[in-house]
């Protein structure tokens, strides 16, 4: 049975008055890498700012650990989790290679200060995103794909065994969309970490993660693994989209194919 360091047990979010889920519970399997997907305002990003500790419920828990994360120090929750947001704003003035280095802020302390280490893993996380030409670049100089795999890399130097992120994909053309989500799937496969994505893309969704959680209107839906969950009955009451769901010729994995629309006009859409 899979384990969970990270979920959320009846939680009630809400941005002051206006209530976006009610008694949501949700569990992120250990070392899996979770894509919480659905459509716009459903409430998948607020989950996620529930999950990195951005956002307090009003009612139930979001347990790191088993302890309510919001009992937890800053600094300890931030050894643990890291979070790529989905519009991160950077200060004024600071070139790429500081702004990752920042990643490392929460390893330091009195007793422990920037060492090679350090040093190693901001280059290591720069290269392994390809922004490693861009070290003294001011970022606000930079394009809308250069900056979201600047922040990539700042998360990565984080290191942190669970790995939130926000529509990372944003801004990235095609190529560098299917890079980053192989760095994320090595991530996970080869370090074990525990990735937790908000997508916008179903079908990179049911191609890239082990573990799916499908919301609409605050709820859950549906959670499970791809190939168990992904169905045509799914997508269209999720997305209210008539498709197809075939096996994907390169991976295996589920395809989904819209309907055609002189089809879908007619109702006659079958699986």
Not at 120 to 143: H, N, P, Q
Not at 215 to 228: H, T
């Amino acid at each position: 049975m899979s384990t969970s360091r990270l979920g959320g047990d009846g939680l009630r979010l809400a941005y002051d008055r206006r209530v976006v889920a009610e008694d949501l519970t949700v569990a992120v399997p250990d070392r899996s890498f979770t894509v919480i997907i659905g459509p716009n305002a459903c409430g998948k990003s607020t989950l996620l700012r529930a999950l990195s500790r951005l956002l307090r419920p009003t009612a139930g828990a979001v347990l790191l650990d088993g302890t309510d994360i919001h009992r937890l120090p800053a600094r300890a929750v931030a050894r643990t989790l890291g979070l790529l947001p989905q519009s991160p704003i950077a200060p004024d003035g600071i070139d790429v290679a500081e702004l990752v280095a920042r990643g490392r802020y929460p390893h330091q302390g009195l007793l422990r200060q920037w060492s090679r280490d350090d040093e190693r893993i901001v280059a290591e996380s720069m290269a392994a995103t390809g922004v490693d030409d861009l070290g003294d670049r001011l970022v606000d100089e930079l394009s809308g794909g250069q900056r979201q795999r600047v922040w990539l890399a700042m998360a990565l130097a984080q290191q942190t065994p669970l790995l939130l992120l926000d529509e990372p994909t944003t801004y990235l053309d095609i190529a560098h969309q299917i890079e980053v989500l192989d760095l994320c799937a090595r991530l996970h496969e080869e370090q074990g970490r525990t990735l937790v994505a908000v997508l916008h893309d179903l079908n990179h969704a049911a191609c890239y993660a082990t573990h799916l959680i499908a919301m609409r209107d605050g709820r859950v839906v549906a959670a499970g693994e791809p190939r168990r969950i992904v169905t045509a009955e799914l997508v269209e009451e999720v997305f209210g989209l008539p498709c197809r769901v075939i096996d994907d010729p390169e991976t295996g994995t589920p395809l989904v194919v819209p309907a055609a629309r002189a089809r879908a006009r007619a109702g006659t859409v079958t699986r």
